[in-house]
């Protein structure tokens, strides 16, 4: 068999036991259930799930819904909104709406990356099971107006719940209680903060007056002579 032959297939053996490494490695591993719902659904901390939007740091500059590939972002205000530097809260134009069609998300996190101020997130929150089509649209102003800044699965307002939602739901609405009054504002309009008035430069000294070397008087026209004196 020549050289050539023997190392195609020597290559190809390897590049097929490297691509299922993994796959051998669970193959033999022990099968785990997770018994949700009464346990937690397991996920990744980078878990892309619904998100977490933080209206009062919004400036509604539209970058997330650009940057959606497939059109499902909804923002509309009544003016321009404007950050303030020094507390990160936005300011200016009434947030109307700001939604999100989840019957078209993809929740490819794309719309999180351009925004100036990071106030939208992938959430942890995994399912949003309904009824019909129009719960899968969350408008996340009315969210804003009840302290909430994640959606609340209906599965999760329920009285009876496992121990495990009652922790999740009671940890995002304790993280949004601090800014409650905040966000209820960004639904209204708010005059943009001036910055303070800078203060004027200090007047700037009179240039010193240029050394000039003392003018010496003109000298005096010399003299004409006498005429001679002639004996008389």
């Given at each position: 068999m020549p050289r050539a032959q023997l190392r195609n297939i020597y290559q190809s053996l390897k590049t097929i036991l490297i691509g299922m490494?993994?796959?051998?490695?669970?193959?033999?591993?022990?099968?785990v259930t997770v018994q949700y719902p009464d346990r937690p659904p397991t996920v990744q901390p980078r878990f892309r799930g619904f998100h977490w939007y933080e209206i009062e740091r919004c400036s509604a500059c539209g970058a997330c819904a650009r940057a959606?590939?497939?059109?499902?972002?909804?923002i509309e205000t009544s003016g321009p909104r404007k950050v303030d530097k020094a507390t990160g809260i936005s300011r200016g134009g009434a947030i109307k709406r700001w939604a999100i069609d989840?019957?078209?998300?993809?929740f490819c996190a794309l719309c999180t990356d351009p925004c100036p101020t990071e106030c939208i997130k992938m959430g942890m929150v995994h399912d949003l099971s309904g009824y019909d089509r129009k719960s899968a649209?969350?408008?996340f102003t009315e969210l804003a107006a009840k302290g909430l800044r994640?959606?609340?699965?209906l599965w999760m307002q329920k009285q009876r719940t496992p121990?495990?939602?009652?922790?999740?739901?009671?940890?995002?609405?304790?993280k949004a209680a601090a800014w409650t009054e905040e966000m209820r504002k960004a639904l209204t309009e708010q005059p943009v903060p001036k910055p303070p008035p800078a203060a004027a430069p200090p007047p700037a000294s009179a240039p010193?007056?240029?050394?000039?070397?003392?003018?010496?008087?003109?000298?005096?026209?010399?003299?004409?002579?006498?005429?001679p004196k002639t004996a008389s």
């Open positions: 490494r993994i796959t051998l490695k669970y193959a033999f591993a022990r099968t959606c590939p497939v059109d499902c972002i909804y989840y019957s078209k998300c993809m649209i969350v408008e994640t959606p609340e699965p121990e495990w939602v009652r922790k999740q739901r009671e940890e995002n609405r304790e010193a007056a240029a050394a000039t070397p003392p003018i010496s008087p003109p000298a005096a026209p010399p003299a004409e002579p006498e005429p």
